[in-house]
Structures are given as structure tokens and as C-alpha cells.
């Protein structure tokens, strides 16, 4: 079982930025992690995605060139940069990770077996 814990949330004005992070504990995620979002009544969606070494990543259109997704392996923590937020990105924001071994990324929700908690990012126009 791996546990994530998200962090680095919190209220910014349009086009600040923000950095998320997620810490796995001890556990080493030997796979793909990713960062989604939802909104108040709508359903999780893709942000971002990273393959265990790095050498891939994949955006949403919607914060691709404004968000960066990366991984520090030895700390087991993933961040996610956010520059030039706007109103439209506040959601609840969460980390995921693939089961040990699947690492190719993936926009796909159920690709996904581990999640934190999610942290709350406002951004205020």
C-alpha cells in the first residue's frame, strides 16, 4: 500500500504560482505518477503525468507551457510548478500512482491505483 500526501496547496491571485508537492513516505513508487483535479461537481481530471525516470511526460491543453510536472526519486515526492495560475484552476488537487511496474503515462483515472487526500488550490481574479 502506498500512501500519498499532497501539500503546497493553498490561495494565490491570478498569475501567481504555486508548488505542489506529494510525498510517498518511504515507499518508492517504482511506476507512473500523475496529478489530477476536480472541481465542485464535476468529475477528476487529468493534469499532468510522469514516468518513473522522467523521460516522459504528458499535459492537459488546458496548463500545458504553464504547469511543470517532475519527481525527486530519492525524496519519493512529486511536484507539480504552476505558473501563471488563473481563476479557472481552482480545484482540489491530487497525486497519483500507477501500480509498481506500469510506467508509461496516462490521462486515465483508473490507471491509476494510489491517490492522496487532494489539497485545495483557490485562485482569486
Known amino acids: 500500500q502506498v500512501q500519498m500526501v499532497e501539500s503546497g496547496g493553498g490561495l494565490v491571485q491570478a498569475g501567481d504560482s504555486l508548488t505542489l508537492s506529494c510525498a510517498s513516505g518511504r515507499t518508492r513508487t517504482y511506476s507512473t505518477t500523475g496529478w489530477f483535479r476536480q472541481f465542485p461537481g464535476k468529475d477528476r481530471e487529468f493534469v499532468a503525468s510522469i514516468t518513473y525516470i522522467g523521460r516522459s511526460t504528458a499535459y492537459a491543453d488546458a496548463v500545458r507551457g504553464r504547469f511543470t510536472i517532475s519527481r525527486d526519486n530519492a525524496k519519493n515526492t512529486l511536484y507539480l510548478q504552476m505558473n501563471n495560475l488563473k481563476p479557472e484552476d481552482t480545484a482540489v488537487y491530487y497525486c497519483?500512482?500507477?501500480?509498481?511496474?506500469?510506467?508509461?503515462?496516462?490521462?486515465?483515472?483508473?490507471?491509476?491505483?494510489?491517490w492522496g487526500q487532494g489539497t485545495q488550490v483557490t485562485v482569486s481574479s
Open positions: 497519483a500512482a500507477r501500480p509498481t511496474g506500469w510506467d508509461t503515462v496516462s490521462s486515465d483515472t483508473g490507471d491509476y491505483d494510489y
